[in-house]
């Protein structure tokens, strides 16, 4: 039975890709302005799970709640409908785009349409991007700066930008401190904290612990498609989740 006190809740998630079971009888919750980390080494079904709340493919077996209410996704844009955003570290911005059009690509503002012509309200993008890096302190020198300019934080930057402005209720951010140095990682955690303080939950998805357990409400560990854990973070420690995360 689901529960009013969670923003999501997915009850008995199994999912087969062919003969192989990804996922084993999943139960996974994230409460009203809740950080959850989700940790598990290669293969553990952290991915699948991700994919299957973001709609990328249906659950063989189970529910999804969100808001109390059961959903039946078919499609990513179904689940962003909702307020689910996902940001991934590779895909989460169009490199040869500006910063402008990334905020608002697939939800372009219209100043002017006539048939299939479309004229985009350029000023209020210029404006209100801007305004939504400052929303995470963000600075950068125009709303025209190309994405491929960035640094891999300040990419991170944009797209929690964007999720916040469009009023996400959830963000689902895989991997995104990969690749960065330890500054940018550090710049990226509190983007994280941010996303609470503006009443947003949040999933943040990684192999590194030491970068997950500082900003966590609670901690979830898979490991072969089942979980194993699942802790609010002043109940357990790095060492105990190490060894689940490492479990044969």
């Known amino acids: 039975m689901q529960s009013n006190n969670h923003l999501v809740e997915?009850?008995?998630i199994h999912k087969w890709f062919g003969g192989v079971c990804a996922l084993k009888g999943v139960?996974?919750?994230?409460?009203?302005?809740?950080?959850?980390?989700l940790l598990g080494d290669n293969g553990a079904g952290k991915s699948t799970l991700i994919k299957i709340l973001s709609g990328f493919f249906p659950p063989d077996e189970g529910k999804i709640f969100f808001e109390g209410k059961e959903c039946h996704f078919?499609?990513?844009?179904?689940?962003?409908?909702?307020?689910?955003?996902?940001?991934?570290?590779?895909?989460?911005?169009?490199?040869?785009?500006?910063?402008?059009?990334?905020?608002?690509?697939?939800?372009?503002p219209i100043k002017y349409k006539l048939g299939t012509v479309r004229?985009?309200?350029?000023?209020?993008?210029?404006?209100?991007?801007?305004?939504?890096?400052?929303?995470?302190?963000?600075?950068l020198r125009s709303p025209h700066a190309l994405v491929e300019e960035l640094s891999g934080g300040q990419?991170?930057?944009?797209?929690?930008?964007?999720a916040m402005y469009f009023k996400s209720k959830l963000v689902i951010l895989d991997e995104p401190t990969n690749?960065?140095?330890?500054?940018?990682?550090?710049?990226?955690?509190?983007?994280?904290?941010?996303?609470?303080?503006?009443?947003?939950?949040?999933?943040f998805i990684s192999h590194n612990?030491?970068?997950?357990?500082?900003?966590?409400?609670?901690?979830?560990?898979?490991?072969?498609?089942?979980?194993?854990?699942?802790?609010?973070?002043?109940?357990?420690?790095?060492?105990?989740?190490?060894?689940l995360i490492v479990l044969p």
């Open 119 to 139: 004229l985009l309200d350029i000023p209020f993008m210029e404006r209100e991007s801007m305004r939504a890096l400052e929303g995470v302190d963000l600075r």
């Open 27 to 37: 139960d996974f919750h994230v409460g009203y302005r809740e950080i959850v980390g």
């Open 74 to 108: 078919t499609s990513p844009r179904e689940a962003r409908a909702l307020g689910i955003e996902t940001i991934y570290q590779e895909a989460a911005m169009v490199p040869k785009m500006s910063v402008m059009r990334n905020i608002f690509m697939g939800r372009e």
């Open 209 to 243: 612990l030491y970068h997950v357990y500082p900003v966590a409400d609670r901690i979830v560990v898979l490991s072969h498609g089942e979980k194993v854990g699942d802790f609010k973070k002043e109940e357990t420690s790095i060492e105990e989740i190490t060894k």
């Open 179 to 203: 690749n960065l140095s330890v500054k940018e990682s550090q710049r990226v955690l509190e983007f994280i904290k941010e996303l609470k303080n503006q009443g947003i939950s949040s999933i």
């Open 155 to 162: 990419r991170q930057g944009v797209a929690i930008a964007r």
């Open 10 to 12: 997915m009850i008995n």
